[in-house]
């Protein structure tokens, strides 16, 4: 497709079980971007991408979160032990070279942790 | 520490009533100030950048400016469509700071 594809759009889960979000950047794009965003809250950054690497994990907000990219395309954001601190929505985004260039979002997943 | 500061945080218009919403930033550092639109259940979508102060876009009843602290989203005879929450996020290093948008719902 041409846009970000994120999977799975919404996700249930049981505290305390571990959680995979996955997200597909548009082609050629080498810099993604994994952001959060609860109710009524603004977006919070994660981590950041460049190609394979990721210069940038000042967001995680604590070491149960952890991504990973790989052949720099898709993306997996993992969090272990998930808390019912950890709903919200988890939103992916791409951009051609990332220097502040304009970013694309995708869909989402929404997690809920029960 | 960076900060981006939307205004107001809610906006209800009559449909061709036109107006303005704000988005104030720290400067330092500052890599491009970015605006986007946001539906409900949707990512956010691209609508500008503006990377210098003077700098103007346009695109369709949407027109952004900035100064050397802030900038302005105007709606210029806006219609239902145009119901959404606008955000705007401010590019430091490799990455964006976002505001916590303004919700704008044009009535009919």
């Known amino acids: 497709g041409a846009g970000v594809s994120q999977s799975p759009s919404n996700k249930v889960t049981e505290k305390g079980k571990d959680v995979e979000l996955r997200c597909d950047p548009i082609?050629?794009?080498?810099?993604l971007y994994w952001y959060r965003q609860s109710l009524g809250q603004g977006l919070e950054f994660l981590i950041y991408?460049?190609?394979?690497?990721?210069?940038?994990k000042s967001g995680l907000p604590s070491d149960r979160f952890s991504a990973e990219r790989t052949g720099g395309s898709v993306s997996t954001l993992t969090i272990q032990r998930t808390q019912q601190e950890d709903s919200a929505v988890y939103l992916c985004?791409?951009?051609?070279?990332?220097?502040?260039?304009?970013?694309?979002f995708g869909q989402g997943t929404r997690l809920t942790v029960v | 520490e960076d900060q981006v500061t939307q205004s107001p945080e809610a906006l209800r218009l009559q449909e061709g009533e036109s107006s303005s919403l704000n988005c104030s930033y720290t400067?330092?550092?500052?890599?491009?100030l970015f605006w986007y639109r946001q539906d409900p259940g949707k990512g956010p979508e691209f609508l500008f950048t503006?990377?210098?102060a003077g700098e103007e876009k346009e695109k369709e009843r949407l027109k952004a400016t900035l100064t050397k602290k802030e900038s302005f989203l105007h709606i210029t005879a806006p219609k239902p469509e145009d119901s959404a929450t606008y955000l705007c996020?401010?590019?430091?290093?490799?990455?964006?700071?976002f505001g916590t948008g303004t919700r704008l719902t044009i009535i009919p």
């Open positions: 503006l990377y210098s």
């Open positions: 082609s050629g794009h080498t810099a």
């Open positions: 996020a401010r590019g430091i290093r490799e990455k964006l700071t």
């Open positions: 991408f460049q190609g394979n690497s990721a210069p940038d």
């Open positions: 985004a791409s951009s051609p070279t990332g220097m502040n260039t304009e970013a694309f």
């Open positions: 400067v330092s550092g500052l890599r491009g």
